[in-house]
């Protein structure tokens, strides 16, 4: 569930109290564990007890035993058993106090920073430098269309390591007076600039190879094989290779990590493909070559293509996941007895983080102080959530009038 996230013991501490015999709130000694939660939600301001369940959700918890019974009395079990697994996770995310939502984050943040400093980018950088000089000398030397394709793709990656070291630099340190938003978004609108400088040199190199296609005189003339440039450019690919093991174990624990070892990854098959094609070129068919040019060019834009297209949907405002909607509107509303209602809640992205907008209804006595203390702190709640840049809290007396804002949602 994107912004969100649970560990294992809260399923097995769901599973030791789901199924009939399970009441509403969970007493906070159960499972064996003491701890308070240590939210306001449904408390007043009095710590409520862990997992506090005031609808009843733990009862849709399904557990192991559960689900083995579907994979024998239904036919499409596997669907089934499927839905029932993202319906466990949702009731463990929505039942988790939100402070402990926060802490997870912040564990989780300190973990990846340990595991992509482990990974040495700086080292990755001076590599990528190395591999760019090694395979550019072997597509000049060669005059290979294939290999060409691959030292422009290492000249990118050096590039772009460059490019997001600046960046997160440059987005570290922005002037708050002149850039209130901070410097979140100068990531994504690098990604798109840098996506769109990959596709148009790779259009030339694709227009370039198609051109030689169908412009070659002679169908028997071939390029000389440049045995010196194919051991360059294989020597490049088991040094890629060592990288994507290297990256291999740590991947899922830091986003940093995960995009070298997919850059990585992706090199290895553009690398493969260039040496096999600028081989069969030399040796077979002379068109294998500049035709390897023109697949690696295509896979590359197309690649890109599909980064840009997701890094503008962050920038124009995509809603944030469904789970995650639903994981606000849970906690707002169990947040305090004086919250009667939700009327309305948003969720977006404005880059790669989201904004929160939530109206919620308080009876129309209730004291101005009061009111205003219980939005606030439920806006910092919110706040500290993973994923969430900003939210605002604007509290209402009644649900019969018009949507807020609704010039600018026309």
Avoid at 1 to 22: E, K
Wanted: net charge negative.
């Amino acid at each position: 569930m994107a912004g969100v996230d649970f560990n294992q013991s809260d399923l097995d501490y769901l599973a030791s109290r789901s199924g009939p015999s399970a009441s509403g709130v969970a007493s906070s000694s159960s499972s064996g564990t003491d701890r308070k939660a240590k939210d306001v939600e449904r408390g007043s301001g009095s710590a409520s007890s862990e997992y506090a369940d005031p609808y009843s959700l733990r009862d849709g918890y399904k557990t192991p035993e559960d689900l083995g019974s579907l994979k024998r009395n239904k036919k499409s079990a596997r669907a089934v058993k499927e839905f029932y697994k993202r319906q466990n996770d949702l009731i463990a995310a929505l039942l988790k106090p939100m402070d402990e939502h926060t802490e997870d984050a912040k564990q989780e943040e300190g973990s990846s920073q340990t595991q992509a400093s482990s990974t040495r980018p700086h080292a990755h950088l001076l590599a990528n430098i190395f591999l760019c000089v090694l395979q550019m000398y072997a597509a000049i030397a060669s005059e290979s269309l294939s290999l060409l394709s691959t030292g422009i793709d290492a000249v990118f990656d050096m590039g772009s390591n460059m490019l997001l070291f600046w960046l997160h630099h440059k987005a570290a340190h922005m002037n708050r007076d002149k850039w209130p938003v901070g410097g979140a978004r100068l990531e994504t609108i690098g990604n798109i600039l840098y996506g769109f400088l990959m596709g148009s040199v790779n259009i030339v190199v694709f227009i370039e190879s198609f051109r030689t296609i169908i412009m070659r005189e002679s169908d028997e003339e071939r390029n000389a094989l440049h045995l010196a440039s194919l051991i360059e450019v294989s020597a490049a690919w088991g040094i890629k290779l060592l990288l994507f093991l290297y990256c291999f174990s740590l991947r899922k624990r830091s986003s940093q990590v995960q995009v070298l070892w997919e850059d990585h990854r992706n090199d290895l098959w553009i690398n493969g493909f260039g040496v096999i094609m600028s081989a069969g070129g030399s040796k077979i068919v002379w068109y294998l070559d500049p035709l390897g040019a023109m697949m690696i060019a295509l896979f590359v834009i197309i690649s890109w293509g599909s980064t840009i297209y997701e890094q503008f949907e962050l920038l124009a405002g995509k809603s944030a996941p469904h789970e995650f909607i639903q994981l606000i509107i849970y906690k707002a509303v169990t947040f305090s007895e004086e919250i009667e209602k939700i009327d309305t809640v948003r969720a977006y992205h404005s880059g790669p983080d989201y904004f929160v907008e939530l109206d919620v209804v308080m009876n129309a006595d209730t004291p101005l102080w009061k009111a205003h203390d219980l939005a606030e702190q439920l806006q910092n709640k919110i706040e500290a959530l993973p994923g969430v840049e900003r939210a605002f809290v604007h509290v209402d007396h009644e649900t019969s009038h018009a949507p807020e804002h609704t010039k600018s949602r026309e």
